[in-house]
T-cell receptor
Protein backbone atom coordinates (compact mmCIF):
# COMPACT_ATOMS: atom_id res chain seq x y z
CA UNK A 1 0.00 0.00 0.00
CA UNK A 2 0.89 3.65 -0.26
CA UNK A 3 3.28 4.72 2.48
CA UNK A 4 3.88 8.31 3.50
CA UNK A 5 6.79 9.09 5.79
CA UNK A 6 7.02 12.29 7.82
CA UNK A 7 10.01 13.57 9.72
CA UNK A 8 10.67 14.63 12.42
CA UNK A 9 7.97 13.21 14.63
CA UNK A 10 8.51 15.73 17.37
CA UNK A 11 10.20 19.10 17.60
CA UNK A 12 10.69 21.28 20.64
CA UNK A 13 12.42 24.59 20.05
CA UNK A 14 12.65 28.16 21.14
CA UNK A 15 10.51 30.99 19.88
CA UNK A 16 11.93 32.57 16.74
CA UNK A 17 13.37 29.36 15.35
CA UNK A 18 12.44 28.13 11.88
CA UNK A 19 11.45 24.49 11.66
CA UNK A 20 11.41 22.30 8.57
CA UNK A 21 9.17 19.24 8.30
CA UNK A 22 9.65 16.68 5.53
CA UNK A 23 7.00 14.54 3.91
CA UNK A 24 8.00 11.69 1.63
CA UNK A 25 6.03 9.24 -0.44
CA UNK A 26 8.05 6.04 -0.10
CA UNK A 27 6.62 3.70 -2.71
CA UNK A 28 4.84 5.96 -5.13
CA UNK A 29 5.17 9.29 -6.85
CA UNK A 30 2.98 12.06 -5.53
CA UNK A 31 2.39 15.09 -7.71
CA UNK A 32 0.14 16.42 -4.98
CA UNK A 33 0.62 16.43 -1.25
CA UNK A 34 -1.43 18.08 1.45
CA UNK A 35 -0.45 19.76 4.69
CA UNK A 36 -2.82 19.78 7.64
CA UNK A 37 -2.77 21.20 11.10
CA UNK A 38 -4.64 19.78 14.04
CA UNK A 39 -5.23 21.31 17.45
CA UNK A 40 -6.06 19.11 20.45
CA UNK A 41 -9.50 17.53 20.19
CA UNK A 42 -10.15 19.36 16.91
CA UNK A 43 -10.40 18.12 13.38
CA UNK A 44 -7.86 18.39 10.63
CA UNK A 45 -7.54 21.79 9.06
CA UNK A 46 -6.16 21.86 5.54
CA UNK A 47 -3.39 24.43 5.34
CA UNK A 48 -2.22 24.05 1.78
CA UNK A 49 -2.03 21.81 -1.25
CA UNK A 50 1.50 21.19 -2.41
CA UNK A 51 2.03 20.67 -6.13
CA UNK A 52 5.24 19.28 -7.55
CA UNK A 53 7.09 21.85 -9.60
CA UNK A 54 4.73 24.72 -8.88
CA UNK A 55 3.64 26.98 -6.08
CA UNK A 56 1.54 25.63 -3.28
CA UNK A 57 -2.12 26.58 -2.98
CA UNK A 58 -2.84 27.96 0.46
CA UNK A 59 -6.19 27.91 2.22
CA UNK A 60 -7.78 31.14 3.28
CA UNK A 61 -6.23 32.52 6.44
CA UNK A 62 -2.96 30.60 6.14
CA UNK A 63 0.05 32.87 5.85
CA UNK A 64 2.22 31.94 2.88
CA UNK A 65 5.27 33.68 4.29
CA UNK A 66 4.86 31.95 7.61
CA UNK A 67 4.39 28.44 6.27
CA UNK A 68 6.73 27.91 3.35
CA UNK A 69 6.03 24.86 1.23
CA UNK A 70 8.40 23.38 -1.29
CA UNK A 71 7.57 20.36 -3.44
CA UNK A 72 10.77 19.95 -5.39
CA UNK A 73 10.39 16.32 -6.39
CA UNK A 74 7.68 13.73 -6.92
CA UNK A 75 8.44 12.13 -3.57
CA UNK A 76 9.24 15.03 -1.27
CA UNK A 77 7.40 18.04 0.05
CA UNK A 78 8.64 20.22 2.89
CA UNK A 79 6.86 22.62 5.20
CA UNK A 80 8.95 25.26 6.92
CA UNK A 81 7.42 27.13 9.82
CA UNK A 82 9.37 30.38 9.80
CA UNK A 83 10.17 32.30 12.98
CA UNK A 84 7.90 30.02 14.97
CA UNK A 85 6.05 31.31 18.01
CA UNK A 86 4.13 29.49 20.75
CA UNK A 87 0.85 29.90 18.88
CA UNK A 88 2.33 27.80 16.06
CA UNK A 89 2.55 24.84 18.40
CA UNK A 90 0.36 22.13 16.93
CA UNK A 91 0.25 18.72 15.29
CA UNK A 92 1.21 19.01 11.62
CA UNK A 93 0.31 16.15 9.30
CA UNK A 94 1.03 15.63 5.63
CA UNK A 95 -0.77 13.35 3.23
CA UNK A 96 -0.50 12.20 -0.35
CA UNK A 97 -2.25 10.01 -2.89
CA UNK A 98 -0.91 7.92 -5.74
CA UNK A 99 -3.38 9.41 -8.15
CA UNK A 100 -6.48 11.53 -7.85
CA UNK A 101 -8.74 8.47 -7.86
CA UNK A 102 -7.05 6.96 -4.84
CA UNK A 103 -7.60 7.92 -1.21
CA UNK A 104 -4.98 10.00 0.52
CA UNK A 105 -2.69 8.42 3.06
CA UNK A 106 -1.22 10.26 5.98
CA UNK A 107 2.24 10.56 7.40
CA UNK A 108 2.72 9.96 11.12
CA UNK A 109 2.57 13.67 11.90
CA UNK A 110 4.94 16.11 13.57
CA UNK A 111 4.21 17.47 16.99
CA UNK A 112 5.67 20.95 17.15
CA UNK A 113 6.14 22.66 20.50
CA UNK A 114 7.48 26.20 20.59
CA UNK A 115 8.69 27.40 23.98
CA UNK B 1 -23.66 24.99 8.46
CA UNK B 2 -20.47 22.98 8.44
CA UNK B 3 -19.59 21.20 5.23
CA UNK B 4 -19.16 17.88 6.99
CA UNK B 5 -20.95 17.22 10.25
CA UNK B 6 -20.45 14.47 12.76
CA UNK B 7 -21.68 13.98 16.29
CA UNK B 8 -18.63 14.44 18.50
CA UNK B 9 -19.74 11.73 20.94
CA UNK B 10 -18.49 9.93 22.83
CA UNK B 11 -20.43 7.00 21.48
CA UNK B 12 -20.16 4.14 23.94
CA UNK B 13 -20.95 0.59 22.90
CA UNK B 14 -20.33 -2.71 24.66
CA UNK B 15 -17.76 -5.10 23.28
CA UNK B 16 -19.24 -7.28 20.55
CA UNK B 17 -21.98 -4.80 19.65
CA UNK B 18 -22.43 -2.89 16.41
CA UNK B 19 -21.17 0.68 16.44
CA UNK B 20 -22.91 3.05 14.05
CA UNK B 21 -21.17 6.27 13.10
CA UNK B 22 -22.91 8.91 11.04
CA UNK B 23 -21.86 11.81 8.86
CA UNK B 24 -23.77 14.37 6.80
CA UNK B 25 -22.38 16.71 4.18
CA UNK B 26 -23.69 19.86 2.59
CA UNK B 27 -22.10 19.98 -0.87
CA UNK B 28 -24.08 17.90 -3.36
CA UNK B 29 -21.10 18.02 -5.69
CA UNK B 30 -19.09 15.85 -3.31
CA UNK B 31 -17.88 12.79 -5.11
CA UNK B 32 -16.13 10.45 -2.74
CA UNK B 33 -16.37 9.69 0.93
CA UNK B 34 -13.81 8.37 3.35
CA UNK B 35 -13.64 7.09 6.88
CA UNK B 36 -10.43 7.47 8.82
CA UNK B 37 -9.63 6.23 12.30
CA UNK B 38 -7.42 8.34 14.54
CA UNK B 39 -6.01 7.16 17.81
CA UNK B 40 -5.09 9.81 20.35
CA UNK B 41 -1.81 11.48 19.45
CA UNK B 42 -1.55 9.65 16.13
CA UNK B 43 -2.30 10.57 12.54
CA UNK B 44 -5.42 9.30 10.75
CA UNK B 45 -5.42 5.93 9.05
CA UNK B 46 -7.77 4.99 6.24
CA UNK B 47 -10.55 2.56 7.12
CA UNK B 48 -12.79 2.65 4.09
CA UNK B 49 -13.88 4.74 1.16
CA UNK B 50 -17.04 4.69 -0.88
CA UNK B 51 -18.01 6.35 -4.14
CA UNK B 52 -21.39 4.91 -5.06
CA UNK B 53 -24.74 4.80 -3.35
CA UNK B 54 -25.34 1.71 -1.28
CA UNK B 55 -23.22 -0.42 1.01
CA UNK B 56 -19.61 -1.43 0.85
CA UNK B 57 -18.28 -4.08 3.18
CA UNK B 58 -14.72 -4.80 4.26
CA UNK B 59 -14.33 -7.27 7.08
CA UNK B 60 -16.08 -5.92 10.17
CA UNK B 61 -16.64 -2.54 8.55
CA UNK B 62 -19.51 -1.46 6.32
CA UNK B 63 -19.75 1.98 4.76
CA UNK B 64 -23.15 3.17 3.62
CA UNK B 65 -23.74 6.08 1.27
CA UNK B 66 -26.98 7.85 0.43
CA UNK B 67 -26.26 10.76 -1.88
CA UNK B 68 -29.89 11.86 -2.06
CA UNK B 69 -29.92 12.36 1.71
CA UNK B 70 -26.28 13.52 1.74
CA UNK B 71 -25.51 10.97 4.39
CA UNK B 72 -22.70 8.50 4.88
CA UNK B 73 -22.27 6.07 7.73
CA UNK B 74 -19.83 3.52 9.05
CA UNK B 75 -20.90 0.36 10.83
CA UNK B 76 -18.44 -1.59 12.91
CA UNK B 77 -19.58 -5.11 13.71
CA UNK B 78 -18.32 -7.09 16.69
CA UNK B 79 -16.77 -3.96 18.18
CA UNK B 80 -13.54 -4.46 20.08
CA UNK B 81 -11.87 -2.27 22.71
CA UNK B 82 -9.11 -1.69 20.16
CA UNK B 83 -11.69 0.05 17.97
CA UNK B 84 -11.89 2.84 20.54
CA UNK B 85 -10.70 5.91 18.67
CA UNK B 86 -11.96 9.01 16.91
CA UNK B 87 -13.50 8.32 13.53
CA UNK B 88 -13.19 11.06 10.95
CA UNK B 89 -15.50 11.38 8.00
CA UNK B 90 -13.98 13.07 4.96
CA UNK B 91 -15.56 14.24 1.75
CA UNK B 92 -13.67 14.79 -1.48
CA UNK B 93 -14.76 17.37 -3.97
CA UNK B 94 -13.38 19.34 -6.85
CA UNK B 95 -11.71 18.34 -10.08
CA UNK B 96 -8.11 17.96 -11.07
CA UNK B 97 -6.59 18.50 -7.65
CA UNK B 98 -9.17 17.33 -5.17
CA UNK B 99 -9.79 18.87 -1.80
CA UNK B 100 -10.71 16.83 1.25
CA UNK B 101 -13.01 18.27 3.87
CA UNK B 102 -12.99 16.59 7.25
CA UNK B 103 -15.63 16.43 9.92
CA UNK B 104 -14.68 17.00 13.53
CA UNK B 105 -14.83 13.30 14.25
CA UNK B 106 -16.84 11.00 16.51
CA UNK B 107 -15.14 9.53 19.53
CA UNK B 108 -15.99 5.86 19.92
CA UNK B 109 -15.57 3.98 23.19
CA UNK B 110 -15.92 0.23 23.16
CA UNK B 111 -16.45 -1.01 26.68
CA UNK B 112 -14.93 -4.36 27.65
Amino acid sequence: GAVVSQHPSRVICKSGTSVKIECRSLDFQATTMFWYRQFPKKSLMLMATSNEGSKATYEQGVEKDKFLINHASLTLSTLTVTSAHPEDSSFYICSAYEDSNQPQHFGDGTRLSIL
Amino acid sequence: QKEVEQNSGPLSVPEGAIASLNCTYSDRGSQSFFWYRQYSGKSPELIMFIYSNGDKEDGRFTAQLNKASQYVSLLIRDSQPSDSATYLCAVRRGSGTYKYIFGTGTRLKVLA
